[in-house]
């Protein structure tokens, strides 16, 4: 793992100049939401359909939440197969920043490109209210920005939202405070061993004018875009300690 | 031809709704009720006539598609 | 087609001596006469599939033929309709260039039989109707009614009705923002679940419901068409078919919100793309009514090949094509040069596509199957002429004793007690078990959510909102369907001027007993007369909506039970909006509306602390009514924190929901215990600073409406105060009561 | 003592998870499959040893709570 908060200052691009893919599954349904929202934090997003096969162009990818293939069989289980994915696979292997929102981070675990699993939440209902989580692991593309400890509102929006990771290989980056769905070490967010591809439960986009409940969506969403593509082999600032890891 | 898959969640692996049926049979009054998991079974209708080859297909689906390795487990039947 | 499913009419008589030909029109719900009529239409007997279209487009969910005749009776129009009843939904201008699009529909029947299917069937049925018109759904209601929740079949069909609307809006992936849920016996064996959606579009994206020119293709889009919905075929097919398929039939269908989101994304390309010349959903009478209204509507008639219908199971006969009530169909009218674009989008969307038919010349329907002409019956005499009754109709002799029949109060009640006794019932208790199961936020509009008197969406790229809400209230309506009637669309547009804006269109869902009773079709005309008085009173038009018939289980009607779904403007959103949260401690608490009576018929008082459900509901007062409104309305401008509607409960409830939110106490003034759960209509409440207070008085005396200061926010307590003597209530208590009433009577 | 109970939708009712899943299999290169069905099982673990009177008591489970009679039949193994 490495520290992202040294690269911010260092070979990130700015913001404005941040070229996204946000990738479209059939039942996707936050694509909007994502592109208004990175929009809205400067970046320039582009909706990708699943049967596009390169990625050429792009800094980042964002695979937003919603239905893709209407959570039939399992949720994420059909889209790991969209020709958009090997793009998205090598884009992760190569360093530059992955996130998975919701859907999007069950579809990252069936692509084996984060570890773990979701299964229904612990109360079998569907939950959409806002929550609170507690940054865990700052080394990360999506809390590089953040401080370790700090507290986010953020809206959670899901019924497969119950993380499960029997490798006790996934770094919890974002903890909730009061496990809502019975996830795994508390896991609202999770990343890879190098930082640069993180999967988070709960939304960020909708968390991004104060007149939607919250603002706190964006400090992760800057964060995540000022991220910039990862060396990896470096070892970290401030590596997380084993309690961090979703198994502790 | 008719296969029937039934996918498996580990033991190891939580299951909410089976501890939620036991919970509800035991108010309804089964008592008896220690345990329950929930399973998924998929019948699959193959064109196609020899058993053997449409197990080993079937167990490829499985492998690539139907079940998920990090949580669960399957088992191939061929019923018709 | 309406999506209801009602309950075949009672006088339907079984197989008798005459044998299953002769009656077959009768097993299929049709009358006699009805039957004639078809004979004096065809020159003929009916084919098995003439007979199968006609015994669904003339049901009573689909043709109207009880209630169309009174339905005229509504205001229409208004300088900002664009499209009014008659269409799959109403359209409304809304400025800067954006239109408006809402329907309301049921779906109780079908929650019945299985809640989960029924219910999210429903919210699938309702996307249609919006989607149909060109307009892109952005916003879900749900308006519920079921029995108490101590009986387990009522828990049961709650639970399954609110999975089955979130599992299907959620997959779909358009949000549930807001509705009601009231509970009373008499929805016991017959829940009630209505559906209201929003669209929005460009006015160059409207879409109409008509077939188009001579030559038009009819290209039928998404679900392959299977054996579903009514059971009706059963009967053709057992009378004239070979008897093996007629167990086969399921009545329930199951929706695919997958296959659905594919459909409004690939519908919504062929709009922008101008590809097609019209479209129609398949609901109720599925293929039957979608070949023949559109055909109608064009003045034209439609050639059908059912062997083109793209199915779901092999061996289907002609009337389970025509009748069938598969989900997630939609048919398009193109022409023949677009044809190939629609099938590439279609292919590209992941939906399957079939050419089923054309548009003809002359007024005929035509039916090929098998290369075999089935059915050539005039378009027309589908829709258009189809049977409309004005059924007898009788005041119910139990109005006058219901009316006289009042409580007499010997002393004040216990008011703390009583008010805690309140906020414990599921009818008034908080409903965040239920909204929290949507997904209420998606497409980041929603400003003001669940919980509150109105829903306030942004519209995203201009500085404007709209505010719904849906509103119903049976047991006021079952006391006097006129005053109760009127009093809803009153207080709808009180809630939508709550949050700022001005009440623009009204759509209704009038959920009835069996028409055929007398006393039914006198409820429902009260209504129909009771809504009709407040919108013209109001100056806003009705612009769609639906009945339901027939919700009568084993001869016990429901409540007469109209749902109001009101569409406001906010041409200046205001930033923060009013909120039930924004209550401060120092905070002054007005209240706004005419003075109290003491009458309490027909309020939750009476029948959670007295199990009583008589007396003579105050009649609604159209001046005050604008008053309020207006009054409501400037007081959100001006940046007041909390503007709320006293509704259901009374000012006692009203005054708790502001206090449990905000997590601050209160203190209330009062002089007659009454005054605190009388539900007369046109009265709010507005929690201000007091440096506010002269604000709130220039803005009642410029509208001219009584205002007065009755209380003041702090403190743990609620309090209520009556010449020193104090009412307590511990807020905490208050809180954990009223949040956890519903979980607790469900686990 | 264990039983197993097999949920089963009832042929004639659409299943759009079925319908989606046969389509995936095919462009996975498993063009054979015509048609998926998905089902429930539910392995309970039950106190008691009669299997008889366990059968008995599990289909009343199912008639009550397991299984959903309007668009569901089931089927009650005692299997060991
Ligand atoms: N209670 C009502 N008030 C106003 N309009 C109504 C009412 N009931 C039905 N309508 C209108 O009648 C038309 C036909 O209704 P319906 O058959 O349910 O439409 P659909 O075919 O889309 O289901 C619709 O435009 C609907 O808005
Ligand atoms: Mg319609």
């Known amino acids: 793992m490495i520290s992202l908060a040294s690269d911010r200052t260092s070979g990130s691009p700015p913001i404005g100049t941040v070229r996204v893919a946000v990738i479209v599954f059939p039942g996707t349904n936050c694509e909007l939401d994502a592109a208004y929202a990175l929009e809205l934090a400067g970046a320039k997003p582009d909706l990708i359909w699943h049967r596009q096969a390169q990625l050429d162009d792009f800094d980042s990818v964002v695979l937003p939440g919603g239905f893709a293939h209407g959570d039939y069989l399992r949720t994420g289980a059909i889209a790991r197969f969209s020709p958009i994915m090997g793009p998205v696979g090598e884009m992760a292997a190569a360093g530059k920043p992955v996130l998975g929102i919701c859907n999007g981070f069950q579809i990252l675990c069936e692509a084996g490109l984060l570890p773990g699993a979701f299964i229904a939440n612990s109360g079998l209902s569907f939950i959409c209210r806002f929550v609170e989580v507690e940054v865990a692991s700052t080394s990360s593309a999506l809390t590089h920005g953040t401080t370790a400890g700090q507290v986010i509102r953020l809206p959670l929006n899901s019924y497969q939202g119950n993380y499960v990771d029997p490798t006790l290989t996934g770094r919890v980056v974002l903890r909730y405070m009061d496990n809502p769905n019975g996830a795994q070490g508390g896991a609202a967010a999770v990343a890879n061993e190098a930082g640069n591809v993180v999967g988070v439960m709960p939304h960020p986009e909708r968390a991004i004018e104060a007149n939607l409940g919250s603002e706190d969506g964006m400090i992760l969403l800057r964060s995540f875009l000022g991220a910039g593509p990862i060396e990896t082999g470096r070892t970290p600032v401030g590596a997380q300690p084993e309690s961090t890891r979703s198994g502790g | 031809m008719k296969?029937?898959?039934?996918?498996?969640?580990?033991?190891?692996?939580?299951?909410?709704?089976?501890?939620?049926?036991?919970?509800?049979?035991?108010?309804?009054?089964?008592?008896?009720?220690?345990?329950?998991?929930?399973?998924?079974?998929?019948?699959?209708?193959?064109?196609?006539?020899?058993p053997l080859s449409a197990r080993a297909r079937v167990e490829e689906m499985c492998r690539r598609l139907l079940a998920n390795p990090v949580i669960e487990d399957f088992d191939v039947q061929v019923i018709e | 087609m309406n999506v209801d499913e009602d309950a075949v009419p009672s006088d339907e008589e079984g197989p008798n001596e005459e044998g299953p030909e002769q009656t077959v029109h009768r097993l299929l719900g049709l009358t006699d006469e009805e039957y004639g009529q078809i004979l004096s239409t065809l020159g003929r007997d009916p084919r098995p599939a003439e007979l199968a279209m006609y015994s669904v487009m003339w049901s009573e969910h689909c043709s109207y033929k009880s209630s169309r005749v009174h339905l005229r009776r509504f205001p229409t129009t208004a300088p900002w309709v664009v499209v009014g009843p008659g269409e799959n939904a109403g359209v409304v201008?809304?400025?800067?260039?954006?239109?408006?699009?809402?329907?309301?529909?049921?779906?109780?029947?079908?929650?019945?039989?299985?809640?989960?299917?029924?219910?999210?069937?429903?919210?699938?049925?309702?996307?249609?109707?919006?989607?149909?018109?060109?307009?892109?759904?952005?916003?879900?209601?749900?308006?519920?009614?079921?029995?108490?929740?101590?009986?387990?079949?009522?828990?049961?069909?709650?639970?399954?009705?609110?999975?089955g609307i979130a599992g299907y809006g959620n997959a779909v992936g358009v949000p549930t923002v807001g509705g009601e849920v009231g509970f009373a016996e008499h929805y016991s064996a017959n829940p009630l679940v209505n559906v209201m959606c929003l669209g929005l579009l460009r006015p160059e994206q409207l879409v109409l419901a008509t077939a188009g020119p001579e030559g038009t293709m009819a290209v039928l889009l998404g679900a392959a068409t299977g054996r579903d919905g009514i059971g009706g075929a059963s009967v053709l097919a057992s009378a004239s078919f070979a008897d093996e398929s007629a167990n086969k039939r399921p009545s329930v269908q199951v929706g695919d919100p997958f296959e659905e989101k594919k459909l409004i994304e690939a519908c919504l390309e062929l709009y922008e793309r101008h590809l097609v010349v019209g479209v129609q959903d398949l609901g109720a009478a599925g293929l039957s009514c979608a070949v023949s209204e559109p055909a109608a509507r064009a003045a034209m008639g439609m050639e059908l090949d059912l062997d083109m219908v793209h199915v779901r199971e092999p061996g289907m006969t002609a009337p389970e094509l025509l009748m069938s009530e598969s989900q997630e169909r939609m048919m398009a009218f193109v022409h023949p040069d677009h044809l190939e674009e629609v099938l590439e989008v279609a292919e590209r969307r992941e939906i399957r596509a079939s050419v089923v038919g054309k548009v003809i010349r002359g007024g005929q329907v035509r039916v090929l199957h098998g290369g075999e002409l089935v059915a050539e019956v005039p378009a027309a005499s589908l829709t258009d002429d189809a049977p409309r009754y004005e059924r007898p109709l009788g005041e119910p002799g139990w109005m006058e004793d219901l009316w006289g029949n009042t409580v007499k109060f010997m002393a004040q009640p216990a008011i703390a007690t009583s008010l805690l006794q309140m906020l414990a019932e599921p009818e008034l208790a908080s409903k965040a078990w239920v909204y929290e199961q949507y997904d209420h936020m998606l497409f980041l509009n929603t400003v003001v959510g669940p919980g509150h008197d109105a829903t306030l969406l942004r519209i995203k790229g201009t500085n404007r909102g709209l505010a719904l809400t849906t509103d119903g209230n049976g047991r006021m309506c079952y006391l006097d369907p006129r005053r109760g009637a009127g009093r809803l669309v009153f207080e709808a547009a009180l809630n939508v001027a709550v949050v700022g804006a001005e009440p623009l269109a009204v759509v209704d869902n009038l959920n009835f007993g069996n028409p055929e009773k007398p006393e039914v079709m006198w409820q429902f005309l009260e209504t129909v007369e009771g809504l009709?008085?407040?919108?013209?009173?109001?100056?806003?038009?009705?612009?769609?909506?639906?009945?339901?018939?027939?919700?009568?289980?084993?001869?016990?009607?429901?409540?007469?039970?109209?749902?109001?779904?009101?569409?406001?403007?906010?041409?200046?959103?205001?930033?923060?909006?009013?909120?039930?949260?924004?209550?401060?401690?120092?905070?002054?608490?007005?209240?706004?509306?005419?003075?109290?009576?003491?009458?309490?018929?027909?309020?939750?008082?009476?029948?959670?602390?007295?199990?009583?459900?008589?007396?003579?509901?105050?009649?609604?007062?159209?001046?005050?009514?604008?008053?309020?409104?207006?009054?409501?309305?400037?007081?959100?401008?001006?940046?007041?924190?909390?503007?709320?509607?006293?509704?259901?409960?009374?000012?006692?409830?009203?005054?708790?929901?502001?206090?449990?939110?905000?997590?601050?106490?209160?203190?209330?003034?009062?002089?007659?215990?009454r005054h605190l759960f009388c539900e007369d209509p046109h009265r709010f409440l507005v929690a201000a600073t007091p440096e506010q207070g002269n604000t709130v008085q220039s803005i009642a005396s410029d509208i001219g409406i009584p205002a007065a200061r009755i209380g003041v926010f702090g403190g743990s307590e609620i309090a209520f105060d009556r010449r020193g003597v104090k009412a307590v209530l511990d807020l905490a208590v208050a809180t954990t009561t009223w949040q956890n009433a519903i979980e607790s009577r469900l686990s």
């Open chain 2, 3 to 50: 296969v029937r898959v039934e996918i498996v969640r580990r033991p190891e692996i939580a299951d909410p709704q089976g501890v939620t049926v036991v919970r509800a049979l035991r108010e309804l009054g089964f008592g008896e009720v220690a345990e329950a998991r929930f399973n998924r079974t998929i019948v699959l209708d193959l064109d196609g006539t020899d």
């Open chain 3, 93 to 163: 201008d809304i400025g800067d260039g954006w239109l408006a699009a809402l329907r309301i529909e049921s779906h109780n029947h079908p929650s019945f039989v299985e809640p989960y299917q029924g219910a999210a069937t429903g919210v699938g049925g309702i996307l249609r109707d919006i989607f149909t018109m060109g307009a892109r759904p952005i916003a879900l209601w749900d308006s519920l009614r079921f029995g108490p929740l101590d009986q387990p079949r009522n828990r049961y069909l709650f639970k399954g009705v609110v999975a």
């Open chain 3, 532 to 673: 009709a008085e407040a919108c013209e009173a109001l100056g806003i038009p009705v612009i769609g909506g639906n009945v339901s018939f027939y919700n009568e289980t084993e001869g016990l009607d429901i409540y007469p039970t109209p749902v109001v779904g009101m569409l406001g403007l906010v041409e200046n959103m205001p930033s923060p909006a009013p909120r039930l949260d924004r209550v401060e401690d120092g905070m002054d608490l007005w209240l706004f509306g005419p003075e109290w009576s003491i009458n309490l018929a027909g309020s939750a008082f009476e029948k959670i602390t007295f199990a009583h459900v008589g007396g003579r509901p105050s009649p609604p007062d159209p001046t005050m009514a604008r008053a309020a409104i207006a009054s409501a309305r400037k007081l959100a401008g001006a940046g007041l924190p909390v503007i709320h509607d006293i509704s259901t409960g009374g000012t006692a409830i009203a005054v708790a929901e502001m206090c449990i939110a905000s997590e601050v106490g209160a203190t209330v003034a009062y002089s007659d215990w």
